[in-house]
């Protein structure tokens, strides 16, 4: 008999699609299929709308809490009937769900995606609400990949970091020791910064393999000021969202300059501050010349990966496509690994990276028909 299916769904704060994937954990590790699912623009502008206070919270929410949990279900609906595969053959979804706002130093963080939806519109078993457990437990919450990570890609002869560069970025260390126990923990922005900006001045949704900063000279004042930010200098555990880095802050930090740099250059920096706080962060690490393997969304960002490779040099980079697992769907398959967990009643967090005062099952349960 087959071993179960579980479906994974990915909405991160990049807002570019929802990751959907298929995946076996028995007797190894499989991507069966994924899918890409648009977010429509008009639910992407509410989205957006929500991320800052405003007026009506309450009304706008539950609306989109229901939008979003349609939203869910049909991309893991479009993704069984693309694939072949049955809805009897599912065991569980595990549904990250949207982020609307994650303040750890106030032990909160929302996540959007009404499960009773997705569970009613799919029949399926569904695992939501991942974060809060472990912020209970005196947890940041944040990130969770890292005990994925450390499942799935944890080599005995070589120390390896994985870094996400998703709309925020992380890190991941695995050291070959595995008395060593897993770390990780957010550096700070990864695409969302540059594409916030790139939205505003060009209005495109990304700024394809970083031509427009490439095109830009890298203003050094601006860039050392955003590094003086406190929290590139925090020690772990530490996450981060769009409440601290975003365009207002971007601004922000412009207006302190004695001359206005030109928007091209803004963005050369923003991807600079990108690829620096990744590098700085690795190479604290003290590693015994690791393996460097990038995934998300960023890794296709061919001069922030250029950027990652000079500062890095000589360790090794690449994506974890050479680890069989393309970096587009690492995260969704990290959260439906999640639901696999919870349902076997094992821990998802690692205390360690988040700070939680110990191992603990994550999420909250929906079943299906």
């Known amino acids: 008999m087959a071993a179960p299916i579980y479906i994974g769904l990915m909405s991160g704060t990049s807002l570019d699609s929802i990751d959907a994937v298929a995946v076996r954990f028995e007797p190894e590790f499989e991507l069966i299929a994924s899918h890409s699912e648009p977010i429509p623009a008009a639910i992407d502008r509410r989205i957006h709308s929500m991320l800052n206070p405003g ?202 300059l004695d001359s206005e740099p030109l928007a091209v250059d803004v963005q050369a920096t923003l991807l600079d501050l990108t690829a620096l706080t990744i590098a700085d962060a690795i190479k604290a690490q003290n590693l015994n010349n690791p393996q460097i393997f990038l995934c998300g969304g960023g890794s296709h960002n061919a001069r922030l990966k250029n950027q990652l490779n000079f500062l890095l040099k000589p360790f090794e980079l690449d994506t974890t496509s050479v680890l069989g697992l393309d970096p587009d769907w690492v995260e969704a398959a990290a959260f439906a690994w999640l639901a696999h967990r919870t349902l076997k009643q094992l821990s998802g967090n690692e205390p360690q990276v988040t700070g939680a005062e110990g191992y603990r099952p994550l999420g909250a349960i929906y079943w299906g028909q």
């Open 55 to 256: 007026e009506n919270e309450i009304e706008r929410l539950g609306r989109l809490d229901l939008e979003l949990g349609e939203l869910f279900a049909r991309a893991t609906l479009n993704l069984i009937q693309q694939s072949g595969l049955k809805r009897e053959d599912i065991a569980a979804i595990g549904s990250h769900g949207q982020t609307i706002r994650h303040r750890p130093e106030a032990n909160f963080t929302l996540q959007i995606g009404d499960a009773n939806v997705i569970a009613e519109h799919t029949g399926i078993t569904t695992v939501t609400d991942f974060r809060r457990r472990d912020m209970a437990a005196g947890g940041q919450g944040a990130p969770l990949v890292p005990a994925f990570h450390n499942a799935l890609f944890r080599d005995k002869t070589r120390d390896r970091v994985l870094v996400n560069i998703g709309g925020m970025a992380n890190i991941t260390i695995l050291e070959a020791d595995s008395s060593k126990p897993v770390r990780g923990f957010d550096t700070g922005p990864g695409n969302v910064l540059m594409d916030s900006w790139i939205q505003l001045h060009h209005q495109s949704s990304f700024d394809c393999d970083g031509q427009w900063a490439a095109s830009g000279q890298v203003n050094q004042t601006l860039l050392n000021n955003m590094l003086a930010l406190p929290f590139f200098s925090e020690e772990p555990p530490k996450s981060t969202g769009r409440e601290q880095f975003n365009n207002l802050w971007v601004r922000q930090m412009v207006r302190q």
